[in-house]
């Protein structure tokens, strides 16, 4: 019932037939029961996965994922929100196997084409005065730079964050991450002041006109046009934040503009603009955290920053940024990237040939292939289809999101709003698996499906993944029924 499209191209068919036969040998010296002792001999247990029987997957082609024994699956979740234009994408491919017979890594002590190439293509897509770029391998790593930066330039040093963000997990950025389960019981928020998240669905305040989405919350509000009481109301709570937990003068404050980690949060549409100001005002620079928003994903603006009408002094950018090639970015001022070249900084692997050649690829596929255009209609179109399930089923709380990145937070009922059981959440996920669709998990609770498949996935694709999430959702009410 659930086999979904499958439409290819010679090429490729005889590409997966090679990878078929390659998979018959891999499994004659490694079956599948002899990699999972293998993983947990070997591998560090911090490194979970998903499913119940893990997925062991031989190869990828643009929205799709295949697995050991040749099961097809739509990737609705990209690598987590990494696969930006599609798994081995032949544009991305071919420049990656191009420049690995031409010059793999030298120190960016030395010039190569490629770096000079690449920054004056990406900051041509920033606008001013975000000119100037620093080049990493991960977001974690660029967040972490943000940070050092913002506390260099301003020579203050506390930040402030949204409760519920996700910005890293190494021990710098852990004070920027505010998600119990990434927590360890080591000092780590040194600094690092959490604020109150403006959640309009699960926060204290919301109404039905709040988010930049096509899909409003199921709460109601009184606000006359152009108002937004949840908004000043948050707005508050960060004025109370200012003036309780900082001092008079901070280093700055870093945002998702959607969060991702936790469930596609949206906030009020004018929060981040009045947030802005408010710490300027204190001295403090405003980082924007483009590391799931960025590169067209939210399909109206290419950065998500622009959506909010504003624009930071800092920006980081990872995981679209190389369609899964290790690379990551920070974008500042002139004036702010002076500060840190007061003293040595290095970045060993930052600025390789090969990321930058890689990185140049994706931003051409993404232009060529009408990516951000393809984020805004085939989002949409999904979207409002996952919304009409929410009508549907009353386990369906809230159903959120901009472009490709869509979030759907399951509810006991849309009454109490308390998250659905993690057994119940993992049945409909298991179920959508087996059906032929990954999606990832988020939120606080881990009581929300992430749908942010590549930019490549067509409206046909949408359509399949509805109706297997229908299916899914069907099979929850049967068995709810049943006992």
Request: net charge neutral; with cysteine.
């Amino acid at each position: 019932m659930f086999p979904g499209p499958f439409i290819i191209s010679a090429m490729w068919k005889e590409t997966y037939l090679m990878g078929a036969e390659m998979i018959s040998f891999l499994l004659q010296s490694y079956p599948y029961e002899r990699m999972l002792k293998i993983r947990k001999r070997n591998l560090s247990p911090s490194l979970v996965t998903y499913y119940k029987k893990p997925l062991l997957l031989h190869q990828g082609h643009m929205q799709w994922l295949f697995d050991y024994e040749g099961r097809r699956y739509l990737d609705l979740f990209a690598g987590v929100v990494t696969v930006s234009v599609g798994h081995c994408h032949p544009k991305v491919t071919a420049a990656a196997q191009k420049q690995l017979g031409r010059l793999w890594h030298t120190t960016n002590l030395y010039m190569h084409p490629s770096i000079q190439e690449y920054v004056e293509k990406l900051a041509a897509l920033l606008p001013d005065p975000l000119k100037v770029v620093y080049l990493t391998n991960s977001g974690s790593e660029a967040n972490d730079l943000a940070m050092f930066m913002a506390r260099i330039y301003t020579r203050n040093f506390d930040l402030i964050c949204f409760r519920g963000g996700y910005h890293g997990g190494s021990p710098y950025t852990l004070g920027l991450t505010c998600i119990g389960s990434y927590k360890h019981g080591v000092a780590n928020a040194f600094g690092c002041q959490s604020t109150m998240l403006p959640d309009v669905f699960r926060g204290p305040w919301g109404g039905s006109h709040c988010r930049d989405s096509l899909v409003q919350t199921i709460r109601k509000c009184s606000c006359s046009q152009g108002c937004c009481e949840a908004n000043d109301q948050y707005i508050e709570q960060f004025k109370d934040t200012l003036s309780t937990c900082v001092p008079k003068a901070i280093a700055g404050f870093i945002a998702e503009p959607i969060q991702g980690v936790n469930g596609v949060i949206q906030y009020p549409k004018r929060f981040l603009k009045e947030a802005f100001q408010l710490v300027r005002e204190r001295g403090g620079v405003c980082i924007a955290d483009e590391v799931q928003t960025g590169f067209g994903r939210t399909g109206s603006h290419f950065w998500g920053f622009q959506t909010h009408g504003v624009v930071p002094d800092i920006v980081t950018m990872a995981k679209g940024i190389g369609n899964g090639f290790p690379m990551a970015a920070v974008v500042t001022t002139p004036e702010i990237a002076n500060s840190l070249a007061q003293n040595l900084h290095f970045n060993t692997f930052g600025g390789n040939p090969m990321a930058c050649v890689v990185g140049s690829a994706v931003l051409d596929a993404i232009a060529e292939d009408g990516l951000q255009k393809n984020s805004k209609e085939v989002g949409t179109y999904m979207l409002l289809e996952f919304a009409k399930l929410r009508e549907k089923f009353e386990i369906i709380g809230d159903v959120r999101g901009k472009g490709l990145m869509i979030g759907i937070e399951m509810v006991k009922n849309k009454d109490s709003c308390e998250p659905l059981p993690a057994e119940e959440m993992s049945q409909i996920w298991e179920d959508c698996k087996d059906m032929g669709v990954l999606m990832g998990r988020g939120g606080i609770y881990n009581q929300t499906f992430r749908v942010k498949p590549p930019m490549c996935i067509t409206k046909q694709d949408a359509a399949f993944a509805a109706e297997v999430f229908h299916a899914a959702l069907m099979r929850h009410l049967e068995r709810t029924v049943a006992s």
